[in-house]
C-alpha cells in the first residue's frame, strides 16, 4: 500500500534559523496537503499543493511539490517561537483517501 | 461557524467495556474521515465516509472497531472490548467534496485511556 515518509523525525534549530522538512511518497500523489498541530492541540490545515513542480508561499513558509509528485517539502525562513509543533504531510493517491506521514516535530529555542 | 466537534473529550474506561465516541462533522461536509493518534505518533487512518457510498474501512485494526455515519452527519466510532493498546486520541475531520480543494477540518479529538 501507499507509505508516505517524512524526514527528519525530530529538529531543534534556535529561533531565527531556517528549518526544512521533506515528504516522500511510495506512489506518485494526485495532491498533498500540509498540516501542523501545535503540542496538545489537534491538525489544522497549512496548505494544499496539486500541480507537479508547484510551489507556493505563506509569508515565512514555502512549500514545494516535486515535478514527479512523489515528494514534497516545508521550508520556513527565520523559525519563531510560534513555529513550534508538529508538521505533517498528507498524501492522496488519487482516491479521497490521504495517508498522513509521521510527521516532524520542530522545537525552536529563544 | 461552528467547527467540528467531538464528544467526550475524555474518556476512560476498564479494559474489556465498550466506548462510543462522536463525531459532528462541519454542517454540509460529505466527507468524514476517524484517525487514531498514540501520544508522540503519527495520524493512523481508521475509516472514511463519502457520502452515501460505502465507506472506507481499510484502516481498522481489528474487528472490535466499527462505525457509522447517521444521515449523513455524525458519526459514531465504537470500540468493543476495548485493549490498553487502544489508548490514544481518536481525531475526527470532515471536508468539503466534489471540489478540488478538500482540506480537513480536525476536531479536538476524544482522549481514551483503558484502564
Known amino acids: 500500500g501507499q507509505q508516505v515518509m517524512q524526514i527528519p523525525q525530530y529538529q531543534h534549530v534556535q529561533e531565527g534559523e531556517d528549518f526544512t522538512t521533506y515528504c516522500n511518497s511510495s506512489?506518485?500523489?494526485?495532491?498533498i496537503q500540509w498540516y501542523k498541530q501545535r503540542p496538545g492541540g489537534h491538525p489544522v490545515f497549512l496548505i494544499q499543493?496539486?500541480?507537479?513542480?508547484e510551489v507556493k508561499k505563506q509569508k515565512r513558509l514555502t512549500f514545494q511539490f516535486g515535478e514527479a509528485k512523489k515528494n514534497s517539502s516545508l521550508h520556513i525562513t527565520a523559525t519563531q517561537t510560534t513555529d513550534v509543533g508538529t508538521y505533517f504531510c498528507?498524501?492522496?493517491?488519487?482516491?479521497?483517501?490521504?495517508?498522513f506521514g509521521p510527521g516532524t516535530r520542530l522545537s525552536v529555542l529563544p | 461557524g461552528a467547527g467540528v466537534s467531538q464528544s467526550p473529550s475524555n474518556k476512560v474506561t476498564e479494559k474489556g467495556k465498550d466506548v462510543e465516541l462522536r463525531c459532528d462533522p462541519i454542517?454540509?461536509?460529505?466527507?468524514l474521515y476517524w484517525y487514531r493518534q498514540s501520544l508522540g505518533q503519527g495520524l493512523e487512518f481508521l475509516i472514511y465516509?463519502?457520502?452515501?457510498?460505502?465507506?472506507?474501512k481499510s484502516g481498522l485494526p481489528s474487528d472490535r472497531f466499527s462505525a457509522e455515519r447517521t444521515g449523513g452527519s455524525v458519526s459514531t466510532l465504537t470500540i468493543q472490548r476495548t485493549q490498553q493498546e487502544d489508548s490514544a486520541v481518536y481525531l475526527c475531520?470532515?471536508?468539503?467534496?466534489?471540489?478540488?480543494?478538500?482540506?480537513?477540518?480536525f476536531g479536538p479529538g476524544t482522549r481514551l485511556t483503558v484502564l
Open positions: 475531520a470532515s471536508s468539503r467534496s466534489g471540489t478540488e480543494y478538500n482540506e480537513q477540518f
Open positions: 506512489t506518485t500523489l494526485s495532491n
Open positions: 499543493l496539486v500541480k507537479s513542480g
Open positions: 498528507a498524501g492522496d493517491n488519487y482516491g479521497q483517501n490521504f495517508v
Open positions: 454542517s454540509g461536509h460529505t466527507a
Open positions: 465516509f463519502q457520502g452515501n457510498s460505502a465507506p472506507d
